[in-house]
């Protein structure tokens, strides 16, 4: 079975602040894929990024970054200079190759304060 | 206008009454789906249908039923609506198309439905 485990329920940052968002994932699956979805305070999901397990290249856009561990099972994702609209609920998911069931973490609320 | 659309946003109803929520998509995706987001656990799949004739059961299925009735809708009913069915429900869609497997889903802005 696959699981996603996001064990931060909450964080809470001042603005500035760099804050990394933990995603810890089990698969059997050698091929699967994985996501970070973000709901702002408006409730749309808004997708960020799609990576696969055959590449563990990190990736960065602007001010947020990607570290996909394999080793470790984790898909961390870094907000550098984290700004009050990036206050949302951050959903980190697992899809196995063809099924596109999508497993979703239980989220992380982040809070940047002022 | 959004590529996913859910109606209605909000609803309140009472136990026992049928509901319906629909969802349609101008994205011309093949896959689409339905979720419920309860606090602190997440989305969680109800079911799902790859094509028009295509209806798979999800992770929490029971109590739920739908229809493709078209490429581009895809409605959930709650056949006798239960107050722990109130939550927030999420319709999504995706390609299977020549871009690689598991493209991302789109989701539509959520119906936020209440049971008393």
């Known amino acids: 079975a696959q699981k996603v485990t996001q064990a931060q329920t909450e964080i809470s940052v001042v603005e500035k602040e760099d804050v990394t968002l933990d995603c810890v994932y089990e698969t059997r699956d050698t091929t699967y894929y994985l996501f970070w979805y973000k709901q702002p305070p408006s409730g749309e999901l808004v997708f960020l990024i799609r990576?696969?397990?055959?590449?563990?290249q990190n990736e960065i856009s602007g001010r947020y970054s990607w570290n996909f561990q394999k080793s470790t099972s984790s898909f961390n994702f870094t907000i550098t200079a984290s700004q009050v609209v990036d206050s949302a609920v951050y959903f980190c998911?697992?899809?196995?190759?063809?099924?596109?069931?999508?497993?979703f973490g239980q989220g992380t609320r982040l809070t940047i304060n002022p | 206008d959004a590529d996913v659309t859910q109606t209605p946003r909000n609803r309140i109803t009472k136990t026992g009454k049928r509901i319906m929520l629909e969802c349609s998509q101008t994205?011309?995706?093949?896959?689409m789906y339905w979720y419920r987001q309860d606090p602190g656990l997440g989305l969680r799949l109800i079911y799902y249908?790859?094509?028009?004739?295509?209806?798979n059961k999800g992770e929490i299925s029971d109590g739920y039923s739908v229809s493709r009735q078209a490429q581009a809708k895809f409605s959930l009913s709650l056949e006798s609506a239960i107050p722990n069915q109130t939550a927030l429900y999420f319709c999504?869609?995706?390609?299977?198309?020549?871009?690689?497997?598991?493209?991302?889903?789109?989701f539509g802005d959520g119906t936020r439905l209440s049971i008393l």
């Open positions: 249908s790859f094509d028009v004739k295509d209806i």
């Open positions: 999504a869609t995706s390609d299977s198309g020549d871009r690689g497997p598991n493209q991302p889903q789109h």
């Open positions: 998911a697992l899809t196995g190759r063809g099924a596109q069931k999508l497993v």
């Open positions: 994205k011309g995706h093949d896959r």
């Open positions: 990576r696969n397990s055959f590449d563990e």
